[in-house]
């Protein structure tokens, strides 16, 4: 039988560590139940360990007493890490320790699998760097800024890489432990799980729950006052040529700086500033696509639809019908 281990984060917690903890052990717990009842062994030994006999949650309102602390713990097979607080800058107390543990185990063959900010600690190992990410879109920016060697794909819902697997942010790590539960167990037990606990099977994307806020605190002032030119003009035909001359920055420097500063080209955050505004209308709105069209400043039907599923990975039309339940009639 394989060895899972749920981490229990000493410090840096949040409402969603413990969801996390109690969501994979819940989960992982019926896959095991599912093969006994089929005459099969169960995958997994399940255990919490953590690094203290017990960890606070929710300002001290819940507590954690993991079964095991991770010393005691020489090999496993599965690393689960779960969120963290989304505001992070640095390992704090005895996470340390965790990092450290999870390495290696890493190194002695073990998989690890971070759900939502755990992909803070995880980075914070060194195993993520050259390797893609994902972690929720609203910790996407202060990510790229700690971990600029890993290849963040903040779009993805889950990313499998070289043994090593992240997913997106909130809820979502349910998805996770469902596409883990089809890798070590099997496909029929992964879909008796997505029943059974209402998740979808097989998601790939969480793109249409992006709210896109431009990121603004890189420090570069003259990219700031460009991002707030776009956000109030976006709806205008903007040359990028005359974006940077009103600046007076060479187009070249100012295409460098506005990568740097917000990861994306000048063209892409006009793109996604149009996008989101467009969002919001076929959310809220009775207006047909066309009209949400020309107001966000497109003309070519072709054009608007390929830029609004390449940032949302819907069309116009799905996303009005998944989220606009009084203006689904209209099109």
């Known amino acids: 039988m394989k060895h899972l281990t749920i981490l229990v984060p000493d410090v840096q917690t949040g409402p ?58 020489s090999k496993t097979d599965l690393v689960i890490v779960p969120a963290i607080v989304a505001a992070f800058k640095k390992i704090e107390g005895k996470n340390a320790l965790l990092v450290d543990w999870i390495l290696a185990q890493y190194k002695k063959g073990a998989e690890v699998a971070s759900m939502c900010t ?22 996407a920016a202060n990510f790229k800024e700690l971990f600029p060697k890993v290849n963040l794909k903040a779009e993805k819902l889950i990313t499998d890489e ?12 349910l998805h996770l432990i469902i596409y883990l539960v089809e890798k070590y167990y099997d496909r029929q ?12 099977i097989d998601r790939q994307t969480q793109s249409d729950f992006v709210i896109f806020n431009g990121q603004k605190l890189h420090g570069d002032e003259v990219i700031v006052k460009a991002q707030e030119y776009i956000e109030k003009h976006f709806f205008e035909k903007i040359s990028m040529e005359d974006l940077s001359k009103r600046f007076t920055v060479g187009r070249r420097n100012f295409d460098r700086r506005f990568i740097k500063a917000t990861g994306n080209t000048p063209v892409e955050y006009l793109q996604r500033v149009k996008v989101e505004s467009a969002k919001k209308e076929l959310e809220t709105s009775r207006k047909t696509i066309n009209e949400v069209m020309y107001e966000v400043g497109y003309a070519d039907v072709k054009a608007f639809r390929e830029v609004f599923r390449k940032i949302t990975g819907l069309s116009p039309l799905e996303y009005k019908h998944k989220y606009n339940k009084l203006g689904v009639a209209v099109s």
């Open 118 to 139: 755990g992909a803070y600690l995880l980075a914070s190992t060194g195993l993520l760097d050259k390797k893609s990410c994902s972690i929720h879109w609203n910790a």
């Open 162 to 173: 070289q043994g090593i697997y992240t997913n997106g942010g909130g809820y979502s790590f």
């Open 16 to 73: 969603n560590t413990l969801s996390c903890i109690i969501g994979a052990y819940h989960i992982f717990t019926e896959a095991n139940n599912y093969q006994v009842r089929h005459q099969k062994n169960p995958i997994f030994t399940i255990e919490i360990a953590g690094v203290a006999e017990q960890s606070n949650f929710v300002n001290g309102l819940l507590t954690v007493m993991p079964q095991k602390d991770i010393s005691s713990i």
């Open 189 to 200: 037990t992964a879909v008796y799980c997505s029943k059974i606990f209402q998740v979808d």
